[in-house]
Structure formats: C-alpha cells, structure tokens
C-alpha cells in the first residue's frame, strides 16, 4: 500500500481503553505510535456506570481494548456500555479488544437445565453495537463461532514459546496438563523441537481435578506445562507434583490469563515449580505480585498493536502465526 495512503488511513484509527487494563491499553498505543483516547468511566453514587468519551469519534474506526477479568460483571458491563456509547457517537466501525474473554468455560450444555454463557455474552457484545472482535486464547476455540460478526482469535503461543526459546533450557519436555490442550502443547513441541507429554486429568467438581497418570517420558527431563489460564491454580499443581513423582527436574508454567484467584496465589509460593510465564492480558492481583521473581510477565502489546494495525489497514493476520509456526 502506498505510503501517503496508510498515513492517511492510521489518521482515522482511535484506540480507547476501560478501565480492567489500562497499562495494556497504554503500551499498545506507544507501539503503534498514536494517542489513547480520552474517556472516562466513572460511577453513580449506586454503583451504575457513567462513560463518556470526551473526543469526536464520527466516521473512526474505533478498537476498544476491555478485557472481561475479574471483577467480570463490572468489566463486562462497561465494555457493552463503551460499545453502545461508539455506536450513538457515529463511529464508523468498533473493534470489541477483549485480550481475556470471560464467561467461557460454558461453551455447551454438559448437563441438564444449565446456561450456555459464552453464547449469552457472544450475543450481548453484538447487540450492543460491536462490528467484530479480537481476541487471545478463548478457554474453547468453538466459541468464535458463537459470534454472528467477524472474531479475529489470536495465540499467545509466539509469544510464550520465544521465551522459552531464549531461555535455552537443556532436556525441555513440553507437557499437556490435560488432553484438551494437546494441540496447543504439540505447537509448542514442533515449535522448540522437543517432545511432548500428557498429565491425565479429569474433573470431579467447579474448581476441582482429579489427575491420575502421566502420558510420555519426563523422568530426569525439565518440563514446561502450557495453558490458556491459570485460574485457582489446582489442575497446574497437582500436574507439578505429579510430574516431580515421575522424576521431572525443574518445572515451569507458561500460561497466558493470570487470573490467580481464590487460593493460587498460596498454592504456587510452596508448588514445585520454578517459574511462571504469563502474558499481561489481565492484570496481577497485588496477591500475585508477591509470587515475586517467580513470575514473568511477557507482554502481547505488539501482538494486539499489531493485529489492530492489520485489522484497520485491511490486512491479514493469519499469516502471523503462518511465520510463527
């Protein structure tokens, strides 16, 4: 595309931020060399939220960058009431940015008389006015079809595995801490040239596992277990333990939501475990920051920065995990 042309086009880009992670929404900004934009979200003296964007966002393409983390309700909400704010303000097109999408471990009725939440949100974040959505790491990749507007899925895996890659672990295995996560684990493999093992695991409540086996060699080897979150830290630790059972040297963990809720934070302080990956898709509780030097933040900034470029300037963003492969 012409030079002159693009600069013109980047002119119309607008990039706003809620407040569930502003630092993030910062250092997209400085990535792609624009100003945030100027808004505000505020509360009623009951609680209600009041936003109000304080610049002319007519004919713009418009990205909001709001992930639904904890406080869920709260984030959730004010992402559909930004949406709906762009929408009446005139905006030419709004980019729902949602780096953790929350509400999607109910992607499907396993069992009688429940709620599909992934669809119910899906379907708020639509009708409040989103023209489509860019995301990382839904907890299932089905829940892209949920949507009836173009959903833009991206990986965190480039990010973690450059990492890993740079570290130049010796006798690396990369492990599955259950078996839905072995198309996720096998990239990591074929990536860093390793091989791959399994930690059999089956849930036996809401927040509770039950691990019974390990598929694969790691005795005497460093493993690394990948996931898309690390929610209270259960699954991760009894895998951690089980894998030191079956002679594993250092373990570490490389996830991208740090959601590190209920008691995560305790379990990891004393879990054998070396260190924790994780990209800043949400951001640390002050609970977890006292995980100290064992957790790395790796920032997605250019990753999001640079989908939100592509995404404007009409461009793809499949071939950047084509190269990353």
Known sequence: MDKKKTIEMMHSLKIFSGNANKDLAVKICDYLNVPLGDATAERFPDGEINIKVNEDVRGSDVFLIQPTCPPVNE???????????????????????????GYARKDRKDEGRVPITAKLVSNLITEAGADRVITMDLHAAQIQGFFDIPVDHLLSFPVISNYYESLNIPDLVVVSPDVGGIKTARHYSEKLKIKLAIVDKRRVGPAETEVGFVIGDVKDKNVVIVDDMIATGGSIVQAANTLKEKGAKDIYVGATHPLLCGSAVEKFKTAPIKEFAVTDTIPLTENAKSLGDKIKILSIDKLLGESIRRTHLNESISSMFNDAK
């Open 75 to 101: 984030n959730l909400t004010e992402l559909l009431i930004f949406i709906d704010c762009f929408r009446r303000a005139s905006s030419a097109r709004i980019t729902a940015v949602i780096p953790y999408f």
